[in-house]
């Protein structure tokens, strides 16, 4: 199995610029979380799919972040426009929900870093 | 509502010394707890997790947690350090809303020195 696949990697952008950071969880995973984390505010759940719906966006920062999956193997995190303090690494998790102590797998991250 | 606690954002030890990683949680439900570790420019990685089938758990690479429900507490150990376990190492708790959402520890952060 390939894992969370997390693209790109890396991303530069200036200030303004619209970013997007994609994601493909494991095969057969229908819960699907994107998380940032941060030096000052550590790990912070953004959002949380199931079965490609949105069902918990409290940790959306503000209007400026949206989130999609418009199927079952890939999701996207947008930021329009980009700020200097939305420099971070963005994690996508997978798993599945036959229970609730099933573990969440990560991906690799993008490290973003706006100018 | 669920939290957790991790004693320690920086712990040191020398290789072939016990490593002692503290986690103390609060929960009002029986808690599901996880320990998750990453290394440098790496996503988390499951290290054990913790259902209530037992309260010591063995984990990958020599770590195990024990569960004791008495001091809310869900300690990290491995009896002997080696380099390649310098990382950052999570506590969590699975939140008691409707899903799976972990709750996260601050991290610590563990130095091992020759």
């Known amino acids: 199995d390939a894992g969370v696949i997390q693209s790109p990697r890396h991303e530069v952008t200036e200030m303004g610029q619209e970013v997007t950071l994609r994601c493909k969880p494991i095969s057969g995973h229908n819960s699907l979380f994107w998380y940032r984390q941060t030096m000052m505010r550590g790990l912070e759940l953004l959002i949380y799919f199931n079965n490609n719906v949105p069902i918990d966006d409290s940790g959306m920062p503000e209007d400026r972040f949206s989130a999609k999956m418009p199927n079952a193997s890939f999701s996207t995190l947008k930021i329009q426009p980009s700020e200097p303090r939305d420099s971070a690494v963005y994690f996508c998790a997978s798993s599945t929900d036959r229970e609730r102590y099933n573990e969440q797998f990560f991906g690799p991250g993008t490290r973003l870093t706006v100018l | 509502a669920q939290s957790v606690t991790q004693l320690g954002s920086h712990v040191s030890v020398s290789e072939g010394a016990l490593v002692l990683l503290r986690c103390n949680y609060s929960?009002?439900?029986?808690?599901?707890l996880f320990w998750y570790v990453q290394y440098p420019n790496q996503g988390l990685q499951l290290l054990l997790k913790y259902t209530s089938a037992a309260t010591l758990v063995k984990g990958i690479n020599g770590f195990e947690a024990e569960f004791k429900k008495s001091e809310t507490s869900f300690h990290l150990t491995k009896p002997s350090a080696h380099m390649s376990d310098a990382a950052e190492y999570f506590c969590a708790v699975i939140s008691s809303g409707g899903y799976n959402k972990l709750i996260f520890g601050a991290g610590t952060r563990l130095a091992v020195h020759p």
């Open positions: 929960s009002s439900v029986p808690p599901y």
